[in-house]
């Protein structure tokens, strides 16, 4: 067998997790989206990731099912290119969605910093005689505390996701995966100083977070990454009517206020 030849073997056999994981792999190693972006505007064919990836699923499909009935070759194809497609608008998503609470992140911690500045300015004794300073510095330490938890919901959520659907693998490039850690960080630190800042000033303790609540936000947050993902994977694959049905399930799921997700969310 020639080398050209194993080579298309060894694709063929690969499921569409694993597929997707090569992609990635090639991905990460240029450090960056934008890096890896530009590598493929350079590129002189026309077959983008995701057409590569379906391309391959579908060959796979074929290929584990040479000789079996057409319409048990057609279903496979199908659930390849399903499972595929998804996994690919999954790490879309949970690229987009990091970016987008990295950017909001930054400038929230900025706001908050100077806001913890301004109230610790002036001397303690001269701080106590303010009526209004004990009341706003606990609410200035339930924000930072709320923020953390955000964060460390949105990590966790992010995890159980790659983990269930890329093997644990992570969908973030290098540099994301940086700038994630830096700016869990950060808050973890400003709301430590906080929190700080507040006991000595003799303000009351902060109510201890509800393990309740923590996990119904997790589980929302899983859904806000996958549910997504699926909706546009269906509707590239032609499936429009599937992709609304989920589409619209996730959506009253968020808005229904006997939900217990959503009653969590709206009450932080």
Known sequence: MTLARRVTAIETSLSPTQLVLRWLDEAHAFGDLESYVRSQLAEPSSEGPLDRLAREAASGARASLRGKRPEIVDAAVGSA?????????????????????????????????????LLTTEGRATRRRDATYMERFATLR?????????????????????????????????????????????????????????????????????????????????????????TTALEKLGEGEQALRIGTAWLRAKMTPSNPVGEARRGA
């Open 142 to 230: 339930g924000l930072l505390l709320f923020r953390l938890a955000e964060l460390r919901a949105a990590q966790q959520a992010r995890a159980l996701v790659e983990e269930r659907y890329l093997a644990g693998h992570t969908a973030l490039f290098p540099d994301a995966v940086k700038a994630w850690d830096e700016q869990l960080r950060n808050t973890q630190t400003l709301a430590d100083v906080a929190c700080r800042l507040a006991e000595l000033d003799g303000v009351s303790p902060a109510e201890p977070p509800d393990p309740e609540a923590v996990s119904a936000r997790v589980t929302e947050l899983v859904a806000d990454l996958v549910e997504p993902a699926k």
């Open 81 to 117: 290119l399903r499972e595929t497609v998804f996994r690919f608008d999954l790490v879309m998503r949970i690229l987009v969605t990091t970016h987008e609470v990295l950017e909001r992140e930054g400038l929230i911690e900025a706001a908050l910093s100077a806001h913890v500045a």
